[in-house]
Structure formats: C-alpha cells, structure tokens
C-alpha cells in the first residue's frame, strides 16, 4: 500500500466572508491510496479554527506514508488511534472507503449498510454582505435554490435577514452567527427570528460559554458547529442544543461520522451536515451521511470558479448520487 498526499488550490468566484474570517480561496489537501494497483481518493479542507492548516495536514499525512513506506499497515479502524480527528484523517479514512469500494465492486454506500442513495436538497450559503447587496442575491437565488444559509455576526444582522426574507418569501432559511453574538443577542433577536421563519440558527456564542444556552428563550432551534466536533463533545453539548453540525473534517472522516450520527442520535441530538471549502470529492462521502440528516449544508463546491471533474452540478442546489468515478 502506498499513500500519496498534495495541497491544491481552488479559485473562488468571489470572498467568502464569515463572522470570523474572509476565504479567498479553498485549500485542500488531496490523498490517494494505491494497493494492487487500485487507487482511493479522499480530499479534505481541515479545521482552521482548530490549527489544522495545509501543512499540518501534509505533515501528518507524510508520517503515515512513512509508516507505510516501513511495511506498517493501515486500515480505517487504526485511524482513531493513529492521527486525531481532523483533515488528515479525514482525506485518508475517505481514500480507503473508496479504495475498499472499487476492490470489491460494491459502492460505498452499501459497504456502509446504506440503502441506495437519493437526491438531497442542500442549503446554499449567502456569505456577510450589506443587507442590501444580500437582499439583492437572495432575490435571485430564489429563482433557482429553494433553501438559503444565512451567514451573521454583527449589528446589521437583523436587517440582513429582513432584507432577505423580503426577496425570497418563499425560501427555506436557516442561519449561522460564527460565534459572533451574546446571549442577550440572542435573546433580543430570536423572537423576530421565529417569527421570519428562520429555522435553525448555528453557533449563536463563542465556544466555551456553551453553558449560558441554558438562558435561552426563544424558539428557533440552535445548533452547534464550533462547540462540537466529534464523540467526545457529545454530552457536552446535550441539553444546550438541538441540533449538532457533523463534519468529515472535524471528525475525523466517514467512519466516525457515521458512528457519531448514531450516538448523537441515541442522545436526542437532532442531525446536520455541514462541510468545510473544497471540491465535490470532500463532499461525496458527507452525501452517504446526509441520507439521515434533516438540515444538509453541501455546498461548498458552488463556490468555486471550477470543480472537479465528475461533480455534482448542483441544479437547482440538489446533489444526485455521483459516480464511481469520483468516489465511492
């Protein structure tokens, strides 16, 4: 078995703007893993709040293709125990799922003990911009996209919402502060919220004050993104939250994201998936986990001036199943 690893860069059609940062172009780190000729791919962005850049990533995934290059073996139950969750083991763990998929002829999907995967619908992100420049995009998105992510963090937050429910009536929307209000924030606008339809708010607080949730009076459900990663943070987030984001990144891959949906819902943790920047090969796996995810947040490749071969398309923002081809 060899392991192969290399940073790619992918153009935005425009900055990305977030409470906590402005992306002006994706970076990703993309893994192959060749056995007997057969080569499994996997792609992952990271988790930048956390330190995981490109090259921590490349830094780690080089380790591993030393330990393999020494006769070691790998396999994706060694994982949790080799490398901590975050890109590297997302982009390894994701290349053996779709090096085990086309060994044996079955699609992941299967191996996984899914059902054959359906179309999902994704929620399409307007990144921070003046509440009238968001207004405008919201109008014609609406056209198109029946579902909107709403990026907040500031004082105009209220009058970006309104500005966009004003343009698209009829879409679905859910929003994401970044970490960037208070509680009495939260509380003051959560009424207004409600009463726009919002349905989901990600992230409210900074991480580290997840206890003060326990104030929170309003009726739009919360979920958390940077507070939680993977089963570990479980019963730290039970009872301040509706909802939890899984990410293949934060995860550390498939594997445990699959585990992680099930333990979460054990716990009465309502599901969402999210992703990290990157192409549709990082997003190919996050559709099998989608499959039982109310709220899916797929949509980082629309982002990109050009995406991989293969990719989903996103018509009118829904993911159809991909082909072997690209993963899986």
Excluded at 25 to 48: F, K, N
Excluded at 125 to 141: H, I, N
Aim: hydrophobic share 45%; charged share 30%.
């Amino acid at each position: 078995m060899r392991l192969t690893a290399r940073e790619r860069v992918h153009a935005l059609i425009e900055p990305f703007v977030i409470a906590r940062k402005t992306y002006a172009e994706a970076l990703v780190v993309e893994v192959e893993v060749e056995a007997d000729g057969v080569i499994g791919r996997g792609e992952a962005a990271g988790v930048d709040y956390r330190g995981d850049t490109p090259d921590r990533m490349l830094r780690q995934l080089r380790e591993a293709a030393e330990r393999l290059d020494r006769g070691e073996s790998l396999d994706r139950a060694d994982l949790a125990t080799r490398l901590p969750p975050g890109g590297a083991r997302n982009a390894i763990d994701c290349a053996l799922w779709d090096l085990e998929a086309k060994r044996s002829g079955t699609r992941a999907a299967a191996r996984a003990g899914l059902a054959p995967l359906r179309a999902i619908e994704t929620f399409v992100t307007l990144g921070m911009d003046t509440p009238p420049a968001m207004g405008a995009k919201a109008a014609r998105w609406a056209e198109r996209y029946g579902a909107l992510k709403v990026k907040l963090g500031d004082a105009d937050d209220m009058a970006r919402l309104e500005a966009i429910r004003s343009a698209a009536p009829r879409a679905r929307l859910i929003a994401d502060a970044n970490q960037g209000w208070t509680l009495a924030q939260l509380n003051d606008r959560a009424p207004r919220m409600a009463q726009m339809g919002v349905e989901l708010l990600e992230q409210p607080l900074p991480v580290g004050r997840d206890d003060e949730l326990f104030d929170y009076r309003g009726a739009v459900p919360l979920c958390a993104d940077e507070s939680f990663d993977d089963r570990a943070d479980l019963d730290r987030i039970v009872g301040r939250y509706a909802f939890c984001n899984i990410k293949l990144d934060k995860a550390g891959g498939l594997t445990e994201a699959l585990a992680l949906a099930k333990a979460a819902r054990e716990r009465g943790l309502r599901l969402m998936v999210g992703c990290m920047e990157g192409t549709s090969l990082g997003i190919a796996p996050a559709l099998l986990l989608a499959q039982d995810c109310e709220i899916v947040d797929l949509d980082c490749p629309m982002q990109l001036v050009r995406d991989v071969d293969g990719g989903f398309g996103y018509r009118d923002g829904w993911l159809r199943p991909n082909g072997p081809d690209l993963w899986g």
